[in-house]
């Protein structure tokens, strides 16, 4: 008897199956007020975005989970939010969800009305659903294992185990936010004596941050099917080196272009200029030697390059950019 054919899901729409449980945050608070709201409500599903509305409910923007958390209660939402929001429109099909997320590669996309009012969050947990069983191995696993999860041995572990999976892997972000807090601290007089220099740290950690994982994606990507020896991984680091330096430089002219214009400061401008130029070069560098090194040493590239190349790429990133800053500003 021949099997009947699978059933075809992608031509429903995406709202159908999005959550109505995400987190909304008023634009006209402080995170401190945000985060006491949200205590207070609770939440029912888990918390990817924070996404910004006004009054009448209609999307200003969206805070990653970081931001809301890393700065100062006292730090109006509005001035942390990304306005430029990717969504999906209310007549959205699954299909044109899984698009999104192979193109854009975010955790989550809020689906919209024509006013802009929410009406829904589709999260990556419906991208791995939705796509072929060769493709949600390959490229769910790539996305959460570059986050430091298992995701299929998630799924059937129990608490403990996974807790004992994961956490090992958030100490390399905790030991990476540390050592950068020392290392600011080290520079704490400059920055003292130059506050322009601190309101530029958040963008050039990101896009350092960004040339990674676009570096580190495509590493592993590389890797489905056969295993990768130095000689080929060195080959790579040849053609992908000068791609992150001219990232960094045409992302850091932008950057310096910008506070040129807005402090003055020409010593400022230069070191952010420079700095993420070779900040973005590091970047590539870690996401192709990490994922090599890590298997020489038996270890599973895909589960644990992503949190040591980020947390060394934030490392990096700040000490080039306070250390040419103590050089050409002072």
Request: charged fraction near 15%.
């Amino acid at each position: 008897m021949t099997p009947a054919p699978p059933i075809d899901h992608h031509a429903e729409k995406a709202l159908d199956h999005a959550r109505k449980d995400f987190v909304r945050v008023l634009a006209t608070v402080t995170i401190g007020e945000a985060l006491s709201r949200i205590q207070r409500q609770g939440a029912g599903g888990p918390i990817i975005y924070f996404y910004v509305v006004d009054e009448e409910g209609r999307l200003q923007g969206v805070i990653p989970t970081r931001r809301l958390l890393l700065n100062p209660p006292e730090t109006p939402v509005a001035d942390l939010m990304v306005r430029d929001v990717v969504t999906l429109p209310a007549t959205a099909t699954l299909l044109d969800a899984c698009e999104r997320f192979l193109e854009h590669r975010f955790l989550a996309f809020p689906i919209v009305d024509d006013q802009q009012r929410i009406l829904g969050v589709v999260d990556v947990g419906l991208y791995t659903h939705e796509i072929s069983d060769l493709v949600r191995r390959e490229e769910s696993d790539d996305i959460f294992q570059l986050i430091g999860v298992r995701l299929s041995e998630v799924q059937r572990a129990s608490l403990a185990m996974v807790l004992t999976r994961r956490f090992p892997w958030l100490l390399c972000n905790i030991a990476g936010g540390l050592a950068c807090a020392l290392l600011a601290g080290l520079f704490q007089a400059l920055l003292a004596q130059v506050v322009a220099l601190a309101l530029f740290i958040p963008v050039s950690l990101a896009v350092a941050e960004s040339v990674a994982i676009q570096t580190l994606t495509l590493a592993l990507q590389a890797r489905h099917g056969h295993r990768q020896a130095w000689r080929q991984a060195l080959a790579a680091l040849a053609r992908e080196v000068p791609v992150g330096l001219g990232l960094g430089a045409a992302c850091g002219l932008v950057v310096a272009s910008v506070a040129l214009g807005w402090q003055g400061m020409h010593g400022v401008a230069l070191s952010i200029l420079l700095s993420m130029s070779l900040a973005a070069a590091t970047a590539a560098v870690l996401g192709l030697l990490v994922p090599t090194l890590l298997h020489t040493l038996q270890r599973d590239p895909k589960v644990a390059s992503g949190p040591i190349v980020l947390a060394a790429t934030d490392l990096a990133t700040l000490f080039y950019y306070l250390g040419l800053a103590a050089w050409l500003v002072t």
